[in-house]
């Protein structure tokens, strides 16, 4: 494969190259071969193929080398111009993506497509004039000129079709411009307000086809703007009651204190619902922090009880303790007893192994209590006499024989 690399036309690397990232390929020797091959015929890419190119870069920036991204650079660099007006706009989209708009050659980028986009203002779509202010937004002194040009366009469109997507990412530059410098000029805020307005007739027509992120992005600014009309805010409130289960507890707490902030009618009822809805999941998931830690607790009894129960298979082996227990009928049937859990067979079995140690114990004491030491008689001298034929008998004790000596002695004196 890596031999025919050279003779595939670039749109076919291009294919090759989101295959090789969709199949997590990324870090083999043809995911090298790819780069190494788009980065010696990158000045040939038609329009689409570039476009497509910088999306998969885009997406998977990390995974690319360096050299590669300047060799795009330079090749864009140099013909600049020749370039259809959306393909300029998807350059600019796609650096603003990678935030690097501080690098040298990128800003130089920037000014260079700023400039020849001025002059195409009125041919820009919905689409293009939303990714352009976003982008433009991001940079770190945004030009305000340019901006103003890019919002006069939104209000002067004939009959435009600004869909969910290009109306999330105008406010999104909105909420940029608040956290510039610009926040302080009021005529270009002024402005901004003015645009934002402008944009309700196709707020209220999209809400519907907004997804979460999208709709907290502009039910979050108009609300805590007081932008729009009584129309739109029921709309955003209807639309918060509808998709009360989707939120998220941060998310419930955004829209209270949007709420909270408009002044433009009446919001008490929806506050408490909120409220009521984040006081549910905070105690949710006070219940599933409790829970977590009672398995805790449990894992930690189970890994003690199996201490215990290695413990008490150590003690078995010293006392050398090999019989199993004798068990009932029914425990020999069921292998247990029946009112015995799994759970509860290795703290019985250490029990046993401490019942059966005690009792051994015990047996040891009463044989030492029963063991008397034998009594030391004091053994009297055994006199031996000889019988008739001379042998040796064992006669009586001295001191009976001084008795009966004594006691013959005195019949014969009588």
Request: aromatic residues 6%; hydrophobic residues 35%; glycine residues 2%.
């Amino acid at each position: 494969m890596l031999k025919r690399l050279n003779k595939m036309n670039i749109s076919n690397l291009v294919d090759m190259l989101w295959w090789s990232l969709e199949q997590e390929t990324k870090g083999d020797i043809v995911f090298k071969a790819l780069q190494k091959e788009i980065q010696k015929r990158v000045h040939s890419m038609r329009d689409e193929d570039l476009l497509r190119f910088l999306q998969c870069f885009t997406e998977n920036s990390t995974d690319f080398s360096v050299k590669l991204l300047k060799s795009v650079v330079n090749s864009i660099s140099k013909k600049l111009t020749k370039f259809q007006l959306k393909t300029q706009v998807g350059i600019i989209w796609s650096f603003g993506r990678l935030n690097l708009q501080s690098d040298e050659e990128i800003e130089r980028l920037f000014m260079e497509i700023k400039e020849i986009i001025s002059k195409q203002m009125t041919e820009l779509s919905e689409k293009s004039i939303a990714m352009l202010m976003w982008s433009y937004s991001k940079e770190e002194s945004p030009d305000q000129m340019f901006l103003e040009k890019l919002k006069a366009c939104v209000i002067g469109m004939k009959q435009p079709k600004f869909d969910n997507f290009d109306l999330t990412l105008i406010v999104q530059s909105c909420n940029v411009f608040e956290g510039s410098f610009l926040k302080e000029d009021v005529d270009f805020m002024s402005s901004t307000m003015n645009m934002m307005g402008h944009l309700e007739h196709y707020v209220i027509k999209e809400v519907k086809n907004l997804n979460i992120h999208q709709f907290m992005t502009i039910a979050v600014f108009y609300l805590r703007k007081n932008i729009g009309s009584s129309k739109l805010l029921n709309v955003l409130k209807n639309s918060i009651v509808a998709h009360m289960e989707e939120f998220d507890r941060i998310q419930l707490t955004l829209l209270r204190a949007a709420l909270q902030n408009n002044t433009l009618g009446e919001h008490d009822h929806l506050i408490s619902t909120l409220e009521a809805k984040i006081e549910e999941i905070n105690s949710k998931e006070t219940a599933e922090i409790d829970e977590e830690k009672l398995r805790m607790m449990i894992r930690e009894k189970l890994i003690k009880l199996k201490e215990q129960q290695d413990k008490s298979s150590q003690i078995k082996q010293k006392l050398g303790i090999d019989k199993e227990p004798i068990r009932s009928e029914k425990q020999n049937n069921t292998g247990r007893n029946p009112h015995e859990s799994a759970d509860d067979q290795p703290q019985q079995e250490y029990e046993e192994a401490l019942d059966e140690k005690v009792i051994l114990k015990n047996k040891f004491k009463n044989i030492l209590k029963t063991h008397k030491k034998p009594e030391v008689v004091e053994s009297k001298p055994v006199v031996k006499e000889s019988n008739k034929s001379g042998e040796q008998v064992q006669g009586k004790p001295k001191s009976r024989l001084l008795k009966d000596y004594l006691k013959n002695k005195k019949k014969m004196e009588n």
